[in-house]
């Protein structure tokens, strides 16, 4: 546990956004960290052979997906350095991962548990930052190759905009930024020379696939699900689903948000809208298969009837990897498909009387406009209402499709009006819930 506000004041970096080179050698020898050697070896031996490694801004590194990142990164043989690290509140997490990559910089963005934190915990050489707006400055840092956008929510949409603007690749695991402001996001990166590489499996897969023909040559795309834990369920029996029911996925270990997102179909509908802006598709290009093992992680299918897709067990930091080292691929952590074992893999098509989420999310993916916005804070705001009780899991898409019904469209918002939009509906929702 961390001890109580000792009343040390934090220690803030100032951060500068002026080229310089990560010195590794003042990283290794500055203090007797207990930093993993053979991470700190591994990181010495690529320094060595090449100019620097990659560095890697980590944002929610404490999350499901940020830890899987960092599982990569130590894996990486030195090729990447985890530069920058982020937590909302989970501070003793944040200071075991500096320990063990010792990080250039952390920001723990809630401030009131950033201010109850002593400093001294940190490796010497790892500086503390706090808030949003610092997180924005640190996906933004000149030293920043990569920002991995791993935060869960609308929270996540400002700093993977900071990265976008200042032409970083972006590693995008934040879907919710491409659900929100899809458009106006792949138009920062243009401008900005911005990589956005998915790092959603399905995604991924679908990028993966993508390289196998001609943009004006794809047919369509077709997402797979899981179908998540409830896929047998009866409309019955779906009214009476339990947090805990809910959070037990069957083939992924996922964030609680993303979790219950899955078991109501609305992650699919989220990765519908996600798929439509990311690949710049036609809105009827999408569609929807259910295949419970999770092993297909997507397809593409072009003009001649040829169907590519990408397969590998389910585990995130295959796509993570791919996303940081695109175009090389290199051995990493993930686990591989065992070819010697007998194994089925199923297909069947979605019910959408079940799952409703799925019919939203084509509509939201055909609309566009400011429907992205609203959705994703109504359902991000159900949700949370759902977790802590005080609302049915069967109420949560209803929720969302009043609320977006009664907002007032418009085509074109700028980043500002997405923005007021989203605790426009997250108001909404405590209404709906609260009636
Ligand atoms: N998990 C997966 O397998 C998976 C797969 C595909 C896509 N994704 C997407 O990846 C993103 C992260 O998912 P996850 O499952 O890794 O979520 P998670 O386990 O809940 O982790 C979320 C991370 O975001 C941080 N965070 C939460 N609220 C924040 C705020 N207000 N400001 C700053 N940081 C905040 C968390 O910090 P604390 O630790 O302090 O809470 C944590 O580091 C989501 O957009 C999700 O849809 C996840």
């Given at each position: 546990m961390l001890p109580a506000n000792s009343g040390i004041p934090l220690r803030r970096g100032i951060l500068s956004t002026t080229r310089s080179v990560v010195h590794l050698e003042s990283l290794q020898t500055a203090h007797n960290l207990p930093i993993r050697t053979s991470y700190r070896n591994r990181i010495h031996a690529w320094s060595s052979m090449n100019d620097r490694p990659t560095n890697v801004a980590v944002l929610g590194s404490t999350g499901s997906i940020g830890q899987s990142t960092l599982a990569v990164i130590a894996e990486s043989g030195g090729r990447f350095r985890a530069l920058a690290l982020s937590t909302n509140t989970s501070t003793q997490r944040i200071i075991e991962q500096a320990f063990e990559f010792a990080p250039q910089c952390i920001v723990v963005a809630d401030q009131r548990q950033a201010a109850q934190l002593d400093a001294s915990q940190l490796p010497a050489g790892t500086e503390l930052f706090s808030g949003a707006e610092d997180l924005s400055r640190v996906a933004a840092l000149?030293?920043?190759?990569?920002?991995?956008?791993?935060?869960?929510?609308?929270?996540?949409l400002l700093s993977t905009w900071s990265a976008l603007e200042a032409g970083k690749r972006v590693a995008l695991a934040n879907k919710e930024t491409m659900v929100m402001a899809g458009p106006l996001a792949i138009e920062v990166a243009q401008n900005s020379g911005a990589q956005l590489l998915p790092v959603d499996s399905e995604h991924s897969a679908v990028f993966q696939a993508l390289q196998a023909g001609r943009p004006q040559d794809v047919r369509r795309v077709i997402l797979t699900a899981?179908?998540?834990?409830?896929?047998?369920?009866?409309p019955e029996q779906l009214q009476h689903v339990t947090v805990d029911q809910a959070l037990e996925h069957p083939t992924w270990k996922m964030g609680k948000k993303i979790t219950v997102d899955s078991a109501t179909m609305m992650n699919k509908a989220l990765e519908i809208i996600e798929a439509r802006w990311l690949f710049q598709l036609k809105k009827d290009q999408i569609d929807v298969v259910i295949h419970p093992?999770?092993?297909?992680?997507s397809m593409v299918e072009y003009v001649d009837g040829s169907v590519i897709a990408q397969l590998s067990p389910p585990d995130m930091r295959l796509p993570i990897q791919y996303a940081l080292s695109y175009p090389e691929r290199w051995k990493g952590p993930a686990k591989t498909i065992d070819w010697t074992r007998a194994q089925q893999l199923t297909f069947e098509p979605p019910d959408n009387d079940r799952f409703p989420a799925l019919a939203l999310g084509l509509e939201v993916a055909q609309a566009g406009g400011t429907t992205g916005a609203v959705l994703n804070a109504a359902n991000e705001a159900a949700v949370a209402r759902f977790l802590d009780g005080r609302l049915a899991f069967s109420n949560i898409v209803p929720a969302c499709r009043a609320v977006l019904q009664q907002h007032n469209f418009e085509t074109h918002p700028d980043l500002e009006r997405l923005i007021a939009l989203d605790a426009w509906a997250r108001q909404e929702i405590a209404k709906w819930v609260n009636a």
């Open positions: 000149e030293e920043v190759d990569v920002v991995v956008a791993a935060i869960v929510g609308s929270a996540g899981s179908g998540g834990p409830f896929r047998q369920y009866t093992q999770s092993v297909v992680h």
